[in-house]
């Protein structure tokens, strides 16, 4: 089994910036991709960013520039580094784990970003 914990959500002004992280256990794969997703109230769940084991990066358009996915491959944890955050950046992030190719097959509980004046 593979477990995903996330850590790092909270309440942020716009403008500001938040780091979010996310620690996998259990069976780790070599070959391996590491993302984040997340969903605004009333939304549909959207890719944030993925990260692979090679290192290979994607963003959504809409926080390309603002956020910055990472990971510690010692560590199997991934990071999403998150600046220039505006209201509409307010969701539960979810950090998703799965073999390279073969989709997010493993998702965490979910962390509650919340950008507000």
């Known amino acids: 089994q593979v477990q995903l914990v996330e850590s790092g959500g909270g309440l942020v002004q716009p403008g500001g910036s938040l780091r979010l992280s996310c620690a996998v256990s259990?069976?780790?794969?070599?070959?391996?991709?590491m993302g984040w997703n997340r969903q605004a109230p009333g939304k549909e769940r959207e890719l944030v960013a993925t990260?692979?084991?090679?290192?290979?990066?994607n963003y959504a358009d809409s926080v390309k520039g603002r956020f910055t996915i990472s990971r510690d491959n010692a560590k199997n944890t991934v990071y999403l580094q998150m600046s220039s955050l505006k209201p509409e950046d307010t969701a539960v992030y979810y950090c998703?784990?799965?073999?390279?190719?073969?989709?997010?097959?493993?998702w965490g509980k979910g962390t509650l970003v919340t950008v507000s004046s």
């Open positions: 998703t784990y799965g073999r390279l190719g073969y989709g997010m097959d493993y």
């Open positions: 990260i692979t084991s090679f290192g290979s990066t």
């Open positions: 259990g069976s780790i794969f070599s070959i391996n991709a």
